[in-house]
């Protein structure tokens, strides 16, 4: 049974740090691609990063380019979101999505993705 949990997510003031993380259970990460979105209240799902199965590489909504890196520890099965200089715009539920196969330019479609996390609050706010 596919499962991605994920955990981290909190109340922080503007300019601080989180790091968000999303661990896989049923299947093994290695040969899956993985992508964070975010979805704020009246607002559409929104792709916030991307990370490839085969080469590792990584694509970025240009709104968090610079401050959010996404990674991959495929010996936890997990992957991470760590989120700097945060901002109050920053501020929704954040979800982890999972396929075996998807082309790079549907990176940030959720459409495409097959399996989904249940998502963990994030608030900027002071």
């Known amino acids: 049974q596919v499962q991605l949990v994920e955990s981290g997510g909190g109340l922080v003031q503007p300019g601080g740090s989180l790091r968000l993380s999303c661990a896989a259970s049923g299947f093994t990460l290695d040969y899956y691609a993985i992508a964070w979105f975010r979805q704020a209240p009246g607002k559409e799902r929104e792709g916030v990063s991307y990370?490839?199965?085969?080469?590792?590489?990584?694509y970025y909504v240009g709104s968090v380019k610079g401050r959010f890196t996404i990674s991959r520890d495929n010996a936890k099965n997990t992957v991470y979101l760590t989120m700097n200089s945060l901002k109050p715009e920053d501020t929704a539920v954040y979800y982890c999505?999972?396929?075996?196969?998807?082309?790079?330019?549907?990176?940030?479609?959720?459409?495409?993705?097959?399996?989904w996390g249940q998502g963990t609050q994030v608030t900027v706010s002071s």
């Open positions: 999505a999972t396929v075996d196969t998807i082309a790079t330019y549907e990176w940030h479609d959720p459409d495409a993705y097959d399996y």
């Open positions: 990370i490839s199965s085969s080469d590792g590489s990584t």
